[in-house]
């Protein structure tokens, strides 16, 4: 089991609530040990592989679809053992049946219009007992954490899907309800071994400050270098720089709103993600 305590260090700059406690359940959940090889299927920018071996000595294999968030990943993990950088298509996979003990999907379902269909790919090639630990964004999402959208839909049945108030809708075919999410999953022919909903409390309007305002100045390459450092999420010492700094202000803030929260929320209740391990039958 990878201590808990190299996975809060690892997130600790985290501004995001939510993300912290998707990155805490992938680890929870897929438990990566040495003898592991793991595919995080859409890895984006290459945080959860630069995560995976950091705090254990599992190999890694990252795939993403698109280009320029793999160039990132592989300029960040540049010279990292352990880890293997692909462009692939998820419906695509190329590798063998069989051939993975577990799988990341987190944050990847809800951008792809076949999203079954994506799951049996994935099935296919993982071992028979392994492990997909699958994060959705929750239909049911807090007022707070998106109050634009969450108006939108409710006076207008309407969204923001693209810019800068996109909030939690930001370039997604769809958002599950719990009961979607299952079905989903058990239709692509996996086991639901475990279930989990979190992030119920939250700093207004954190989704637009931290991805729609916070992200473009990061990635536009506008922010101090010591804001920028602190705020990378390749960034995993844990340092928070000065307590000037106003990444370390900010993230006191949002955890004070933060704080009563808990990593398994309720049935029912609202909350940012809805998780599922599935199991491939053995």
Not at 13 to 42: C, H, K, Q, S
Not at 175 to 180: N, V
Request: net charge neutral; glycine share 8%.
């Amino acid at each position: 089991m990878v201590d808990p305590q190299v996975i809060d260090r690892m997130v600790r700059n985290e501004a995001d609530m939510a993300y912290r406690r998707r990155v805490r359940t992938v680890f929870e959940w897929l438990n990566p040990t040495g003898g592991d090889l793991i595919l995080d299927a859409g890895c984006g920018r290459g945080f959860y592989p630069n995560f995976i071996r950091h705090a254990s000595s599992a190999h890694i294999v990252g795939m993403e679809l698109e280009l320029p968030y793999l160039r990132i990943a592989q300029k960040q993990l540049a010279g990292k053992t352990g880890i293997t950088l692909i462009n692939g298509n998820i419906y695509h996979l190329p590798f063998p049946a069989a051939f993975f003990d577990k799988i990341i999907l987190s944050e990847v379902l809800e951008h792809l219009p076949d999203d079954c269909g994506a799951l049996i790919s994935l099935a296919r090639v993982l071992k028979p007992g392994g492990l997909i630990a699958v994060t959705v964004p929750n239909a049911n999402y807090p007022f707070w954490w998106d109050p634009i959208n969450k108006t939108l839909e409710t006076l207008f049945n309407t969204h923001v899907q693209r810019g800068v108030f996109a909030g939690i809708w930001a370039n997604h075919q769809r958002l599950y309800t719990a009961d979607d999410l299952r079905a989903v999953v058990v239709h692509a022919g996996l086991e639901i071994a475990a279930e989990r909903s979190f992030t119920h409390y939250s700093f207004p309007f954190i989704h637009n400050i931290v991805y729609g305002i916070g992200k473009e100045l990061l990635e536009g390459g506008l922010l101090p270098n010591s804001i920028a450092k602190v705020a990378d999420r390749h960034n995993v010492s844990g340092d928070t720089g000065n307590l000037l700094n106003p990444v370390h202000i900010g993230l006191r803030i949002f955890e004070w709103f933060d704080r009563r929260n808990v990593m398994d929320e309720p049935p029912g209740r609202s909350s940012v993600n809805l998780c599922i391990l599935a199991r491939k039958p053995a």
